[in-house]
């Protein structure tokens, strides 16, 4: 593996390896208060979310709709830590944000949350265990290509490790950015709309292997959804509309909600 086909240098910034950075396992695992998003733009400033307030447990699984322009991925990018509240406190698993910096920010995505785009997302010039074993080698583990080799074959995919993402199907990329969100063991999975790209059949591999691996792992999930159906394999649903939560869903009883784990485990088995 000494010469491998890409630049690090031109990648991302490398980070040293750092403990968890969850600062308290008893915390809820997403909090936001009062969250508002403000963006300039030509015509002036665009009031995007304006004053969020969401609690979502450890271990749930929740859909996020509401209409096209409603704020969900802009919420998202918020709890992803890509994007910084304008006003408003965000909390996961215990650690506010607004008191890390960019790199603390960055180690804290990288190790404790996973990131699922509808368009993949993928590096094109890498391969797609690259793809996979890249951020784990940033985070510091020996085993990278050995870890994201047993997360690709998990996926269905040990066949097709060498493989650029110009080289593989859309589901076969999806799985890939699957494989990659899963291998640093997240506690929180990210997903926006990761079916969008994808035809019904291929589409309903994906979202049975994703809530498999959510299930397997006791991630909370918050999945952002058009589609009811998908929506409906959530234990909850919180509604957007107009960047303000209309609905904040119901938790379920975690007897309840244990019980929907196991039905989403189930779904997911050939
Ligand atoms: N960088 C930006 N600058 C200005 N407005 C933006 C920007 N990003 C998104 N928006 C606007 O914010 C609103 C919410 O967008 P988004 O979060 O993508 O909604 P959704 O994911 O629900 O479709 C939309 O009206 C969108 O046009
Ligand atoms: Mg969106």
Redesign the pocket.
């Known amino acids: 593996m000494a010469d491998r086909p890409y630049n690090r240098g031109t990648m991302t910034k490398t980070l040293t390896p750092a403990a968890k950075v969850l600062a308290n396992p008893a915390a809820a695992m997403i909090t936001l208060e009062d969250v508002e998003l403000t ?1 300039p ?1 030509a015509a002036g400033p ?1 009031h ?1 979310l304006r004053g969020l307030d969401l609690t979502i447990d450890r271990g749930e699984t929740v859909s996020v709709v ?1 209409p ?7 919420m998202m990018m918020i709890i992803a830590g890509l994007e910084r509240a304008t006003v408003g406190v965000v909390t996961i698993g215990g650690t506010r944000f607004d008191g890390l910096d960019e790199d603390s920010l960055a180690r804290f995505r990288r190790d404790s949350v996973g990131i699922v785009f509808q368009d993949f997302h993928l590096v094109p010039t890498m391969t797609a265990l690259e793809n996979v074993a890249i951020p784990l080698e940033f985070a510091g583990r020996n085993d990278a290509f050995d870890r994201a080799a047993a997360c690709l074959e998990s996926v269905g995919l040990g066949h097709r490790l060498t493989h650029y993402p110009g080289q593989l199907s859309g589901c076969e990329q999806q799985r890939t950015a699957l494989a990659r969100a899963f291998a640093a063991g997240p506690d929180l999975l990210l997903a926006d709309e990761p079916t969008g790209n994808l035809d019904g059949e291929t589409g309903q591999q994906i979202i049975d292997l994703l809530f498999g691996l959510q299930a397997e792992h006791g991630t909370t999930l918050l999945l952002i959804t058009h589609d009811p159906q998908l929506a409906d394999r959530c234990a909850r649903k919180v509604k ?1 509309l107009d960047g303000l939560i209309v609905d904040h869903g119901v938790a379920p009883a975690p007897a309840a909600a244990s019980a929907a784990a196991s039905a989403a485990a189930q779904a997911a088995l050939p």
């Open positions: 963006l733009s665009v995007i509401g096209s322009g409603s704020g969900k991925s802009s957007l």
